[in-house]
């Protein structure tokens, strides 16, 4: 059987700036063909939500296990929840059926999230609820990864989503990860380890507030 036959979406390489900056993706085409067919095509990317949860300005710290699938991962410190967007994910206006890009890609990170995360040790079946502790926003930040290091990097492009929950006690379902407790900016900056998306992240976010 052929290995990864979900579809899934992606864009062409083109929209994306090849130095990482943000482009806006509002009118960009969206493409959406089998995972399996994507991996072996860089002028496409595949669209990954990479969420990372904070709860006020501390970031949930999760190190990747063996039991995951991606090798080169294993052992890699990560702030960012990643998965593809799938097609149950997709959001269309009711009146013009013109897919909603932002309410897709927020639907995406919520769907794993809820899947893979447990807070305060109760998962509501309603979407709106992780037990007691809401998720009170998810949203884009303004850059999206870009880096062609490897094949793997050159087929995907990460969409930062900043996902705030309401209070620091949540756990994790996925054996694929140890869940490491939340840490500040500053105190992610000093860690080795951390996977090449994340540590990317952490210096822009460093820079803004920075600016601040």
């Known amino acids: 059987m052929l290995k990864h036959q979900e579809h899934i979406l992606a864009m062409p390489a083109s929209t994306f700036h090849p130095e990482g900056e943000w482009a806006p993706l509002l009118g960009a085409d969206v493409i959406i063909a089998q995972r399996a067919k994507l991996e072996a095509d860089p002028s496409n990317r595949q669209l990954i939500t990479y969420a990372t949860v904070r709860c006020g300005d501390r970031y949930a710290l999760y190190e990747r296990l063996p039991a995951g699938n991606e090798a080169g991962l294993h052992g890699q410190l990560s702030i960012g929840w990643g998965w593809h967007t799938d097609l149950v994910d997709l959001v269309f206006d009711s009146d013009t059926g013109v897919l909603d890009l932002d309410a897709t890609l927020a639907r995406a990170a919520r769907r794993k999230l809820e899947k ?35 094949a793997v990097d050159a087929v995907h492009a990460g969409i930062p989503m900043d996902v705030v929950v309401a209070t620091e006690a949540i756990s994790t379902r996925d054996p694929a990860i140890r869940f490491l407790g939340f840490k500040s900016l500053q105190e992610l900056a000093g860690l080795e380890r951390l996977e090449s998306w994340s540590q990317l992240l952490v210096d822009l976010l460093l820079a803004r507030t920075a600016k601040v």
Do not use: C, S, T
């Not at 305060?120 to 884009?140: A, M, P, S, T």
């Not at 850059?143 to 062609?148: A, L, S």
């Open 116 to 150: 893979e995360l447990e807070l305060l040790g109760k998962l509501e079946e309603e979407l709106e609820l992780l037990g007691d502790n809401r998720i009170d926003r998810i949203r884009e930040v303004e850059w999206h990864i870009i880096f062609n290091a490897n």
